[in-house]
């Protein structure tokens, strides 16, 4: 085996975190988000994806904190540092519920949220290889649902998810996949983790 030679004092410019290897794993943040309280101060290039995550889904939060919305971004970062959501289709309803409760709370309305949800939406609709032909999202602040469908065409036959009474929504987020093979489709209301 052959050594590796480390020049001096290159051991500064690794993170303790990432020195410490396999024995303080458990104590590593989510690998995603990152740590260094100065990468708030300025957006740099690695905290990017995840401003656009934000203000390309909703452009409308820039009109909450004019003019380019960092005070926004730094309370969610923070947020997102301390509870890591999934960078899966629920992402964007991880937003939506760090909105509802930030201090941004009372400005925020029904648009906002629905931007939000449209786009984890569509994220599931990109990612999902089940059988399930479409979905339906549900908030507990609007009586709006929003259903999304993949692109395979949903059979005529059926009642229209579309038009039905769905149960009121047990959890502030909701959703249900849907399968469009006669009926509804729906069958309950999943939480959202």
């Known amino acids: 085996m052959r050594a590796l030679a480390v020049p001096s004092g290159a051991s500064r410019l690794v993170s303790k975190a990432a020195r410490l290897g396999k024995k ?13 309280a100065r990468s708030f101060v300025h957006l740099d290039a690695r905290l990017l994806p995840y401003w656009h995550t934000l203000f390309d889904v909703c452009p409308a939060l820039l009109k909450l904190d004019p003019p380019d919305g960092l005070n ?35 400005r925020i309305n029904e648009a906002h ?19 399930a032909r479409g979905l339906v999202l549900a908030w507990q602040g609007s009586a709006q649902m929003l259903f999304d469908w993949k692109v395979a065409p949903r059979p005529a036959l059926g009642l229209d998810p579309e038009q039905e009474e769905f149960p009121p929504v047990p959890w502030d987020f909701a959703w249900c996949p849907l399968t469009g093979k006669g009926g509804t489709g729906f069958r309950r209301w999943l939480p959202i983790p």
């Open 24 to 36: 303080g794993d458990f104590l590593l943040p989510f690998p995603d988000y990152p740590s260094n």
């Open 113 to 131: 949220i629905e931007s939000f949800m449209s786009a984890a939406a569509a994220r599931w609709i990109n990612t999902d290889d089940s059988l």
């Open 72 to 106: 926004i971004f730094r309370g969610f970062m923070t947020w997102a540092y301390r509870n890591h959501p999934p960078l899966n289709w629920t992402y964007y309803l991880s937003v939506c519920r760090w909105l509802l409760g930030s201090q941004y709370q009372a």
